[in-house]
C-alpha cells in the first residue's frame, strides 16, 4: 500500500465539503490532481471511498468507517510535524550536559543563563561531576553534551576545544609568596601542600609539573589529598597549607579570599572543550550550545 499523505488531504477535504471544487479550494490544487490522488487512495484501499451518481460527492459505508481513521491518522501526522519542528526552532526539548566542576562552578551558571533567556522552553538537565565521569556519561549517552579538559583516551568521543586553562598557584591570605606577581613550582614545593586524589587528571598534572620542576632536589611536601577542588580551596581557606588548580577555578578561590598566582617552570596548559560521540548528529538544543561555546552566531 503506497498511500500519502496527499491523497489523506484530499479524501477527508472531499469528504467534508461533498465538493471537488471547494475541496480544490482549500487544498490549493486542481480538481484534476484531486480527482486522480482520491482515485489512487481508492486503488489501494480495493474499493470505492464515494459513490458518484449524483450531483453531490456521498460517502460509502466503507468511505464513512474509513473517515474517521483518515482525520486521526492526518491530526497525529501534524502534532508529529508540529512537535519536530518545534524542536528544530528549540521551542521545545532538552538540553542534557556533564561537566567538570570547574567548569560547572565558575562559568557554566551565566553561559546556562544566557542560553534560557533566548530558549526558556528547553529544559536543562546537568551533572557537575569529575572528568573521568564527564567522559563516561557521553560515552554512555547520560549525556548529549560533555564539558571538560581533553581526555588522554577519547574511544569513541570527539573533543572541540574552545578555550585554554593554566594551572595558578593557590595561597591563603596573608601568605608570604603572596608579594610575588608569579611562582615556579619549586616555590610551592617548599609548602606543605594540598593536592587532588590520586588516580584524578589533575593529579597528574600537578606531579608531572613537579617532577619537571628546574630544582629536582626539592620534593613537595605533600599535606593531604582532597576529591573536590572546592575543597582544596577551603582547606588553603584555612591555612593548612597552598595548592595549584586550574585557572577555571579562579573566581572561585577569590571568593574564598585566597591568592592566585600564575606557575611557570613549567607552565602547565590544558585544553578545555567539547566532548560529544563521533557518531551521530546533536540534537538542536546541544548544537545551539555548543555554538554558544565556540562563539558561532544563532
Known amino acids: 500500500m503506497n498511500t500519502t499523505v496527499k491523497q489523506l488531504r484530499a479524501f477527508v477535504a472531499v469528504a467534508r465539503t461533498r465538493n471537488l471544487a471547494e475541496a480544490s479550494a482549500q487544498l490549493h490544487v486542481s480538481q484534476p490532481a484531486i480527482s486522480v490522488a482520491i482515485r489512487a487512495l481508492e486503488d489501494s484501499l480495493g474499493g470505492a471511498l464515494f459513490n458518484r451518481d449524483g450531483r453531490q460527492l456521498a460517502l460509502t459505508p466503507e468511505g464513512v468507517a474509513f473517515l474517521e481513521r483518515a482525520q486521526q491518522l492526518l491530526h497525529n501526522w501534524d502534532n508529529t510535524l508540529d512537535a519536530v519542528q518545534q524542536r528544530f526552532r528549540l521551542q521545545q526539548g532538552q538540553l542534557s550536559i556533564a561537566a567538570i566542576p570547574a567548569f560547572a562552578l565558575n562559568q557554566l551558571p551565566e553561559l546556562l543563563r544566557e542560553f534560557h533567556q533566548r530558549y526558556p522552553d528547553i529544559n536543562i538537565v546537568l551533572e557537575d561531576i569529575v572528568m573521568e565521569r564527564v567522559v563516561n556519561a557521553v560515552q554512555e549517552g547520560r549525556a548529549e553534551l560533555g ?74 611536601r605533600l599535606l593531604c589529598e582532597a576529591n573536590q577542588l572546592s575543597t582544596i580551596g577551603r582547606l588553603v581557606q584555612t591555612g593548612l597549607g597552598v595548592s595549584a588548580v586550574p585557572s577555571l577555578c579562579e573566581t572561585q578561590m577569590r571568593a574564598y579570599g585566597l591568592s592566585c598566582k600564575p606557575l611557570a617552570d613549567p607552565v602547565v596548559t590544558q585544553p578545555v572543550g567539547i566532548l560529544v560521540r563521533e557518531a551521530g548528529a546533536l540534537s538542536a538544543p546541544a548544537q545551539a550550545f555548543s555554538n554558544m561555546l565556540l562563539g558561532i552566531s544563532p
Do not use: C, Y
Not at 153 to 179: E, I, K, S, W, Y
Not at 189 to 194: L, V
Open 147 to 220: 564539558i571538560s579538559f581533553r581526555p588522554e583516551d577519547l574511544g569513541n568521543l570527539r573533543f572541540t576545544p574552545f578555550g585554554d586553562d593554566r594551572f595558578v598557584a593557590v595561597l591563603p591570605a596573608g601568605h608570604p609568596l603572596q608579594r610575588r606577581k608569579a611562582l615556579r613550582w619549586q616555590d610551592l614545593a617548599r609548602e606543605p601542600f594540598i593536592a587532588m586524589n590520586r588516580g584524578s587528571a589533575v593529579r597528574r598534572w600537578t606531579d608531572a609539573a613537579f617532577a619537571q620542576s628546574r630544582d629536582q632536589g626539592i620534593q613537595p
